[in-house]
């Protein structure tokens, strides 16, 4: 029972370095996204995708982009990280069907960017 | 452009005392999340609401919510320690957007 995967778990960057953040889900959802958490705050989407070869923009997609190649992989990019961007980033998955709805999410990346 | 906002953002509270927090949102919608997170955990689901009235209840804790007042509550019973934890709401659109957060902190 997998369920949402992300890695790396953690990573530390150093600013203009580029990475991809990987979550995998094996409950065949529709839906998924991205959140980055910063301390004492709420979840912000980042971006998001209603199905495979479909993504959009959340409340904060300035410095990242993602990709959903494949139903069950959403990817999330920073091409060049900068210190703002250290964050917890959540992913999470839903159906787009069914009676409950539920998001569900990934244990988180913690991400330092120096 | 949704938005949802969470009062209070802290709350201390008395073990075995009641209270409230309480999800305001801005633009319709029939389904809300309310999720609750440890310190540096993962979100755990506590109930979904589906539709106006939907009122759920596990344990100490209720959610209801009224999508004509376009506010949903959560209810804490007789608190007790265990339940110090940030508790989110969200609101389900295309977007999933969250309040910030309420930080519970129960004394013993």
């Known amino acids: 029972n997998a369920g949402v995967t992300q890695t790396p778990k953690f990573r530390v960057l150093k600013t203009g370095q580029s990475m991809t953040l990987l979550c995998a889900q094996d409950m065949n959802h529709e839906y998924m996204y991205w959140y980055r958490q910063d301390p004492g705050m709420g979840l912000r989407l980042i971006h998001y995708?209603?199905?495979?070869?479909?993504?959009a923009k959340g409340e904060v997609p300035d410095g990242y982009n993602v990709s959903r190649l494949k139903k069950q992989n959403f990817l999330l990019g920073l091409e060049s990280a900068a210190p703002s961007q250290t964050s917890v980033y959540f992913c999470?998955?839903?159906?787009?069907?069914?009676?409950?709805?539920?998001?569900?999410f990934g244990e988180g990346s913690r991400l330092t960017v120096l | 452009e949704l938005k949802v906002e969470q009062n209070p953002l802290f709350l201390s509270m008395q073990e075995g005392k009641n209270y409230t927090i309480y999800c305001n949102y801005s633009?319709?919608?029939?389904?809300l999340y309310w999720y609750r997170q440890d310190p540096g955990k993962s979100l755990e689901s506590l109930f979904v609401?589906?539709?106006?009235?939907a009122v759920k209840q596990e344990g100490r804790l209720m959610a209801s919510l009224d999508t004509k007042a376009r506010l949903s509550t959560l209810h804490i019973t007789a608190a007790v320690h265990d339940l110090s934890a940030t508790y989110f709401c969200a609101v389900l659109g295309f977007k999933t957007i969250f309040g910030a957060g309420t930080r519970l902190f129960v004394k013993a």
């Open positions: 999470a998955s839903m159906s787009s069907g069914g009676a409950t709805g539920e998001l569900f």
């Open positions: 995708s209603v199905g495979e070869g479909t993504t």
């Open positions: 633009t319709t919608s029939d389904r």
């Open positions: 609401l589906l539709s106006n009235g």
